[in-house]
């Protein structure tokens, strides 16, 4: 039974990648700060619900805490990690750059060197398509310049990318990093468009609405990305012995066992029909406050998931009208409204 080391299993992702994972028949450990960016209690029902499986087992801590995440990797020795684990939130790295910089670089630093210890088969982390920043060219695919981020949220994740490289370098240490685009889904976090505008408009209160709803983004539900994310284990890179070998559109490294991939639903939704697609699965229309560009925003994302679809047979799929429709569900019996 493969054993697989994820952080942020009490996350909105990392909580669905490890229910999907267990399920296949891994053996899980999960690695949580429980940090109060949003609601705790949120993340400790995700994890009781993971504890039902006897296969799956966390440490609490801070991915700062070098020793504590030493020793976890010692005494479970998995043989691949998948770091989500990071601060989220692009709008609260306005507020708080501070935490991107200990929690993004810091702890992803920690858990580069574990993966470099145990030499796992294969290192996969959570990167973002935020790192696309100012690119306007549509759909985006791996092999664009990412020179232009807007937010240090971005900026972080940009150099995860790099570190990761310098080690996949280095140390022959196999990894993907994975741009995921805007998440959706039941159990999501609560500074979230979904959760707010669901939340507003059962309560009745105004929803904020930027730039003018003038805006698109790739919204891919939270199963799906989740199901991308596994079928891409057994794709470890594998270090070129010359350029050549490297297939057009593919982003493998020349000179390290490295590759970035989309995971995307590579289906561009006007932010307007998104609202629409929610007042429509609650059946009433939301108090609209219409806003200019916030700062950092970006006003379109888009995948090209050639590359995914290539290396593993598989591309998310699911409607958005679906995947609101899960989330109400998800929404109305959890907080019982």
């Not at 390290?256 to 932010?271: D, E, F, M, Q, W």
């Not at 229309?285 to 679809?309: C, F, H, P, S």
Request: hydrophobic share 40%.
């Amino acid at each position: 039974m493969k054993r697989i080391l994820i952080t942020g299993t009490a996350g909105f992702i990392g909580f669905h990648l490890a229910k999907l994972l267990l399920a296949e028949g891994f053996r899980v450990h999960g690695y949580d700060g429980m940090t109060d960016y949003y609601d705790v209690t949120l993340k400790q029902r995700r994890h009781q619900m993971l504890l039902q499986n006897s296969n799956f087992s966390i440490t609490e801590g801070m991915l700062e805490d070098e020793a504590k995440f030493d020793e976890l990797a010692d005494a479970f020795q998995p043989e691949v990690i998948i770091h989500l684990a990071a601060q989220a939130g692009v709008r609260y790295s306005l507020e708080n750059p501070r935490a991107y910089l200990e929690s993004n670089l810091v702890g992803t630093f920690n858990v580069m060197e574990a993966a470099r210890k145990q030499k796992v088969d294969h290192l996969l982390m959570a990167s973002t398509s935020s790192v696309y920043g100012a690119n306007t060219e549509m759909p985006v695919d791996e092999l664009e310049k990412v020179d232009t981020p807007l937010t240090f949220y971005a900026a972080t994740k940009k150099a995860n990318e790099a570190m990761a490289h310098s080690y996949a370098h280095l140390w022959e240490l196999p990894t993907t990093m994975f741009r995921f685009f805007t998440v959706y889904g039941p159990w999501g976090r609560p500074d979230m468009a979904l959760f707010k505008f669901t939340k507003g408009i059962i309560e009745g209160t105004p929803i904020d609405i930027f730039n003018h709803g003038n805006m698109y983004r790739d919204f891919t539900y939270v199963e799906d990305l989740a199901r991308g994310i596994y079928s891409l284990l057994d794709a470890a890179p594998q270090r070129p012995e010359s350029p050549d070998q490297i297939e057009s559109g593919d982003s493998l490294s020349p000179v390290a066992p490295y590759r970035v991939v989309n995971i995307g639903n590579s289906t561009k939704v006007r932010l307007l029909d998104y609202i629409e697609a929610i007042e429509e699965e609650l059946g009433c229309k939301a108090i609209r406050n219409y806003m200019e560009m916030q700062t950092g925003d970006v006003q379109a994302t888009w995948a090209d998931v050639t590359l995914l679809k290539r290396l593993t047979g598989y591309q998310p799929e699911t409607d958005i009208r679906e995947g609101v429709k899960q989330f109400v569900a998800w929404y109305r019996a959890y907080y019982e409204v």
